[in-house]
């Protein structure tokens, strides 16, 4: 959700919207997987949201023509009757042109909403006729057919998404024809994209990402590794502050880094543009929503010809990223390939054949710039593991400098695993920076190491999953920041700490947050430790007695009742 999605009363729209979008979409769902059924609701959330886009600057265009103040007037003057003037307007409505040179995708009228809509519920082997400027005759097959053929449709009339929509998909489905036009007619159909405040793009995008994550809650363990909390996108975000420049993410999922880097330079009032991201996944479909998801927020992207293994298939080699930021899968195990012995990227040392967690730490930093700053998702066992070499890799990014802050996560923040998890912050430079409109200010940080423990932040906002609040994730990021530009910086006991590599060493290079910040302090209520302890004992004792007597109640109660002896 961009900036501009800020009041409650938009909030709440929102929320009603999600709830009730869902609801009908699950009831609908009947007994398909959600793993398949998902890319029948997100393509259908795509396919509405390029054709409304594509609506919305038809009649920006048509009120231009008729405006005498506007470059694109059509002067009434100049045509010979009403008709032909109608005629004028309705060919220029046509023109690509217009559309292009406002990112806009052209929609060809097979793919437009209304027609799907209107012509859902038809009888098999009917044959309509579009009409916009010349007659199309279309014979209709099934519901199924025709989603596939307008995104067929979409895809062969703009270059940008070749290879982004997959072919037949809704026909694969077999979804019922009463269920897939009951998800056209009832859930899609009835999102809304016009609002006093939210435009298209706001409402669209977060239904989107809304429903990204009910589906990875319903797959759970089996699912999800595309989908990163909006939570944890967000405060690795604030801390990177990427206002511009090249944003990388190796293992890319759906694009939440992506478009919260977006929102990030809205909402800080940046120019929306001056990010370039490149993303890599290895998930055919994956791949796809991805692009769905930067097309649907007008998000320029270069995710490579095709998905493929980071690790085997690099995208691309030459990158240099200003800002890379991951969620990788945790401690995936069936990663290596003899063709990655003497890789180039391992740097600190090979990283085991067993996990892949270095591997990932070592491919983000061989693809940062001189300057660049990075933050990558991984289990807490990456912090202290010795593990066949993991202990020396993670002293040599230490000893490197490399290392920037580490921060422990809470638990319940991910819909598919429990595995606790942290947060690594690199650079390769902690030299002092002057401010720029790109990248804020920072001081010398050289050999030093924050470690944030968050644990006991956030809030169950339902039985199984915890998120932040906006205090909580301005506590995170502000002290980072401050800490950085050495500006209100102070350790906190059981929160934060400014620590020496020296420290760090002294710990055998374990980067595990709590070994540094420490216990909170408990407040002192100047009562003495001995006295305070005695009052405690006098009062367990009373607990006892009084136990004992209850006891002995209940027993003699039992006895009168003719039970025990």
Known sequence: MTASATTSADQQFLDDLDKKLWNAADRLRSNLDAAVYKHAVLGLIFLKYVSDAFDLRREELEASFRDPKSDYFLDRADYPTDAAYATAIHDELEDRDYFTEKNVFWVPPLARWKTIRENAALAPDTEIEIRNGKIEKYTFRSAARLIDDALEAVEKENPRLKGVIEKNRYMQLQLEPDKLVGLI????????????????????????????????????????????????????????????????????????????????IEAHGGRLGAISVYGQESNPTTWR????????????????????????????????????????????????????????????????????????????????????????????????????????????????????????????????????????????????????????????????VLFIDARQLGYMKDRVLRDFTPADLEKISGTFRAWKRGKDYADVKGFCKSASLAEIAAHGHVLTPGRYVGAEDVADDGEPFEAKMQKLVTELDGQFAESSRLEAQIRANLKGLGYGG
């Open 289 to 448: 929503l991805a692009a769905m998801n930067m097309a649907i927020r007008g998000i320029d992207f270069n995710f490579g010809k095709q998905p493929a293994d980071t690790f085997l298939a690099d995208q691309h080699p030459d990158l240099r990223a200003d800002y890379v930021m991951a969620n990788p899968p945790f401690n995936i195990s069936e990663w290596w390939d003899g063709r990655l012995e003497g890789d180039p990227r391992w740097v600190y040392g090979t990283p085991p054949k067993s996990n892949a967690n270095f591997a990932w730490v070592q491919h983000m930093l061989y693809h940062l710039a001189p300057h660049g700053s990075m933050a990558l998702l991984l289990a807490n066992g990456s912090m202290s593991s010795n593990t066949k070499g993991e202990g020396d890799i993670r002293r040599a990014l230490v000893e490197a400098d490399l290392v920037e802050c580490m921060l422990a996560l809470p638990g319940q923040l991910f819909t598919n695993t429990q595995i606790p998890a942290c947060v690594w912050f690199l650079t390769k430079s902690k030299k002092g920076r002057d401010g720029s409109p790109s990248r804020p200010g920072s001081r010398d940080r050289t050999g030093e």
């Open 185 to 264: 007619s009832e859930v899609v159909s009835s999102i809304p994209f016009r609002h006093a405040s939210l435009n298209a793009k706001d409402i669209l995008g977060h239904v989107y990402e809304y429903f990204l994550g009910q589906f990875a809650l319903a797959e759970g363990k089996k699912g999800g590794q595309y989908y990163t909390p909006k939570s944890i996108v967000s405060v690795i975000v604030a801390m990177l502050e990427p206002y511009a420049g090249k944003v990388y993410d190796p293992a890319m999922g759906s694009g939440g880094f992506f478009v919260q880097s977006e929102a990030f």
